[in-house]
């Protein structure tokens, strides 16, 4: 099996946008993480996106070279991008919330990286990742 890499970054939309181009971003990319096994979620609040990624080592590669490359945001901000022994958020080619404010300042604060050196696969979830899991249970749609 191939291994699995997750990503977190938080990007600022060059407009605010609109719900249907948000609706049309979402289908967008549902519809492609489905067909390259990418699971994970975007929240947005006012401007400013938070999306975690997690799925096979290229195709999730692949698919934050295309996001990078995007022209709708811009000052994307790299918080985590580490191999994963197991998904986190399995049934969700691209869950969708709205943080407030705050919590999504919350979540951009919290510790992402791992302390220390050790930079071998551990079981355990980053502070960060556990946050925007917990965060995910309550919000979810
Ligand atoms: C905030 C944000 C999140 C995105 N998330 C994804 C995603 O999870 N998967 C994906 O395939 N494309 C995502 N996109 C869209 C890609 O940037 C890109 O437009 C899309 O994959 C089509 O690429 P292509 O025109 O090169 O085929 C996202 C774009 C933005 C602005």
Not at 7 to 26: D, G, I, K, M
Not at 123 to 132: F, Y
């Amino acid at each position: 099996m191939s291994p699995l890499l997750c990503l977190v970054y938080v990007s600022t939309a060059h407009t605010r946008l609109r719900e249907p181009e948000l609706e049309q971003l979402l289908s967008l990319s549902r519809a492609r993480n489905q067909l390259d096994a990418v699971t994970g979620v975007l929240l947005y609040n006012d401007g400013n996106f938070m999306q975690y990624l997690e799925g096979p080592d290229a195709a999730l590669r692949q698919t934050y070279q295309r996001i990078r490359a995007d022209p709708l945001h811009g000052n994307l901000i790299e918080l985590l991008l580490e191999p994963i022994t197991e998904r986190v958020f399995t049934t969700w080619a691209m869950g969708f919330a709205r943080p407030t404010a705050s919590e999504l300042l919350a979540l951009s604060n919290a510790r992402w990286k791992r302390m220390g050196v050790d930079t071998t696969i551990q079981a355990n979830a980053p502070p960060g990742v556990q946050l925007l899991h917990s965060f995910w249970q309550a919000a979810k749609r």
